[in-house]
């Protein structure tokens, strides 16, 4: 358990619906990411933010997906208008370029 | 960019054996290097990390790699693989600006008993 916590641990949704998930992080750490996952690669870069600010967005992260981190603690990333192809595993993690602690994950399927 | 290959999608070995899991990488300094690893459907677990200094780093479950600069390698080692060592291994490097991290495409380990 590297203490960083994801909710929920899965997600099975219809396209067209909007899903929302949530991270917190280890207290400490200023940084928190957001990566996907797809099956059988690693993990890509979405967005990361330094306390509340979210400071760089991957071309990845398209105009249907937002994240927020509204007092520096927490983080949600919302999904509007679902694909198929957003199917994966959302992982978040907490720490800096030295090094980074990953929650769980969340399993989205779009059907 | 920063990019990191892992030419090996799918490795089996048998318990007991030996395991050396490869991982090249481009970056314009030395990097830093590191190796993770993850169970099925869980997070990724930091398994060692290389800044500078010694070149053979120690990680934890028994691992450890390389940095070899000359072949921009990091490669992974176990010198005598356990059952639950069955799992995904993700080579990482920072971006450009040190911000996050880009990973391999991963490397699925098989343990055969």
């Known amino acids: 358990d590297t203490g960083v916590s994801q909710d929920p641990r899965h997600k099975i949704t219809k396209r067209g619906q909007n899903v929302t998930f949530r991270c917190d992080p280890i207290?400490?750490?200023?940084?928190l990411y957001w990566y996907r996952q797809t099956l059988g690669q690693g993990p890509e870069f979405l967005t990361y933010f330094q306390n509340e600010a979210q400071l760089e967005k991957s071309r990845l992260l398209s105009d249907r997906f937002s994240a927020e981190r509204p007092k520096g603690s927490f983080s949600t990333l919302e999904i509007q208008r679902t694909e198929q192809g957003d199917s994966a595993m959302y992982l978040c993690a907490t720490g800096n370029s030295n090094e980074q602690f990953f929650g769980p994950g969340t399993r989205l399927t779009v059907l | 960019a920063q990019s990191v290959t892992q030419p090996d999608i799918h490795i089996t070995v048998s318990e007991g054996a030996s395991l050396e899991l490869r991982c090249n990488y481009s970056?314009?300094?030395?990097?830093?290097l590191f190796w993770y690893v993850q169970s099925p459907g869980q997070g990724l677990q930091l398994l060692l990390k290389y800044f500078s200094g010694d070149t053979l780093v120690q990680g934890i479950k028994g691992f450890e790699a390389e940095f070899k600069r000359s072949q921009s390698s990091f490669n992974l080692r176990k010198p005598s693989v356990h059952w639950s060592d069955a799992a995904e291994y993700f080579c990482a490097v920072p971006d450009n600006y040190g911000q996050n991290f880009v990973f391999g495409p991963g490397t699925r380990l098989s343990v055969l008993p």
């Open positions: 970056y314009g300094a030395t990097p830093y």
């Open positions: 207290s400490e750490h200023n940084r």
